[in-house]
Each structure stands twice: as C-alpha cells, then as structure tokens.
C-alpha cells in the first residue's frame, strides 16, 4: 500500500507553493518511492527495490484496514514526471485519499484505471501517444468502469480542450497550480459523482468554444433533444443559464428533489454522464445561444 506523508511532512506539503510540480523537488518530503511492479503485478507482491522508471508500475493494493471507511483511490495520469510525484505527495497527505497508480500517458492511464478501478483519475489533457480527452472517452464509454469518475488537468482555465474533454464524459477540471486543500477537496467532490465546475464557470467555458468554433452537425448535436419533454427542455435550458438544483427549483415552483429527478431523466435521454454534459449538449443543440441571456 502507497504509505502517506507523516505529521510533517503532511505540514510541509500542505505549506507548498500552489504548483504541484513544485513540491516533488524535496525528496525529504516525499512518500515511501512505490516498489516496482510490471503492468499486470500489483505493488503489493514487489519486492522493496527503487522506484521503477515506468509510472505504471507504480500501484497500490486497496486499504486492508479492518472497519476502515474506505478510502479516494486515486490514479495520476500526467507525461511529465515532477507533476506526478507532486500530486501524489499532495493527495497522499490528506486522509482519506490514496494514490493506486500513475501513468505517462492516455494509454497507460486506461490500461490502469480497467485494471485498478479507481474512484478518481487525474487526467492531464496533452499527453504522448493516447492523450487526455481520447483516454476520458475511452473511460467514460466502457460501461466497466461507470464508477470511475475523471478530473481534467489544466494550465489555464478557458484552455481550449477542456470544452472536449467535458463534452468526452469529464466531471469537471482542476488548474495545476491549485491549492493543495482545492486538490483534495476536488478529488472528493468528483469522487462523489458531482461535477466540480460551477455551472456559471462551465457556462462561460461552454460558451467561449461553442461561439468560437464550427458548428457540431445539426443532427448529432440534437441527438435526444427532441425526446424531452417540455419541462424537461425548460429545466436543461435553465442547468445550461447557471442555475443550481435549488433556483430551478424557485423558479419553476417545484422542490430541488424533483429537479433531481428530472435531470435523471434528461441525462438517460442524452446520454450524458453529468450536469457539464448537460450543459455541452444544450449549446450544442442549439437550445441554448452563446450569449443570450
């Protein structure tokens, strides 16, 4: 099992600059480095030998503990080997959250995440080979792995791909450089199945691409919209405006439970993982216009 930070090292981590990669500077603050192990053998069977070049091989066994709530397993997917190390020092002191793995690239990150089944992948967008939004479709479209929720890697918050990323089945994104206590907290907001942007932020995100690209075909962007009912419409126009469950709710006269249970329902019908997708899929209907309020 990945060993997390002791009492100072947990301060010391937390005390970081906000970029991640950063952290992974000071060996001293570090995690016990994984054991080797190939693709196919768990951590737990290696022997206690250097850390293994491949990050793949770096894996952990779930948590053992008897009456233990079980932990946030988390697999880091990042090319770039100081992100890495810096997100699993940061996750791995915190309780409650543990690191099963970590790979270069898209391709290892799937192989890991069918193999592993963890609760969270951090999923960086630019990649080699396989990358970010390719690997999140792979994931989110493999009905094995409906409990794997994935967290996009961004350096900047409008960075263009999100928007595909989000429309590929991601629950939200997070900024390299965010605070170490937002990291965590993100991790156990998509963990939970909820998605971690704010519906006004997806909406300008959503927007901002939509407006700026070419338009998707009429026909696969509408795909389902028609099969909604009008309340249904009503309730997806007003998701994709910003609003949260409990607004709709006011505006509509009806309880934040019901709300719920539409958007259930409206989700099946488009095939949609989450409310961001709920949001790509209403401005790429064409139900809901770039900048009309």
């Not at 959250?97 to 999923?123: F, H, T």
Request: aromatic share 4%; glycine share 6%; no cysteine.
């Amino acid at each position: 099992m990945e060993q997390t930070l002791d009492g100072e090292g947990a301060a010391n981590a937390s005390s970081q600059a906000a970029n991640p990669a950063s952290m992974a500077s000071t060996p001293s603050q570090a995690a016990t480095p994984a054991t080797p192990a190939s693709l196919a053998t768990p951590a737990s069977e290696s022997s206690t030998s250097p850390q293994a070049a491949d990050p793949a091989s770096m894996v952990s066994a779930p948590s053992q503990a008897a009456g233990a709530q079980r932990p946030v397993r988390v697999l880091v997917a990042d090319d770039q080997d100081l992100v890495r190390s810096g997100f699993r020092m940061i996750l791995s002191s915190y309780d409650g959250i543990e690191v099963v793995g970590e790979a270069r690239d898209g391709d290892q990150a799937v192989q890991l995440a069918e193999r592993l089944r963890p609760d969270v992948v951090l999923m960086d967008i630019r990649m080699p080979r396989v990358n970010g939004i390719d690997a999140t479709r792979a994931i989110r479209s493999n009905a094995a792995l409906a409990d794997v929720q994935v967290l996009i890697l961004t350096t900047f918050d409008l960075d263009e791909y999100v928007y595909d990323a989000l429309s590929a089945g991601a629950g939200g994104f997070l900024l390299k450089d965010a605070e170490p206590d937002e990291i965590a907290s993100a991790v156990r907001v998509v963990a939970a199945g909820e998605a971690l942007i704010e519906p006004s932020i997806t909406r300008r995100l959503i927007e901002t691409f939509v407006a700026a690209r070419p338009g998707v075909p009429a026909g696969a962007a509408a795909r389902g919209i028609d099969q909604l009912t009008d309340r249904e419409r009503e309730i997806l126009t007003l998701v994709a405006r910003g609003l949260n469950n409990d607004q709709i709710g006011e505006r509509l006269f009806i309880s934040p439970a019901t709300v719920k249970t539409h958007l259930a329902r409206i989700m099946a019908k488009l095939d949609a993982h989450d409310r961001a997708q709920l949001v790509v899929r209403a401005y790429e209907s064409g139900l809901v216009k770039p900048g009309v309020a």
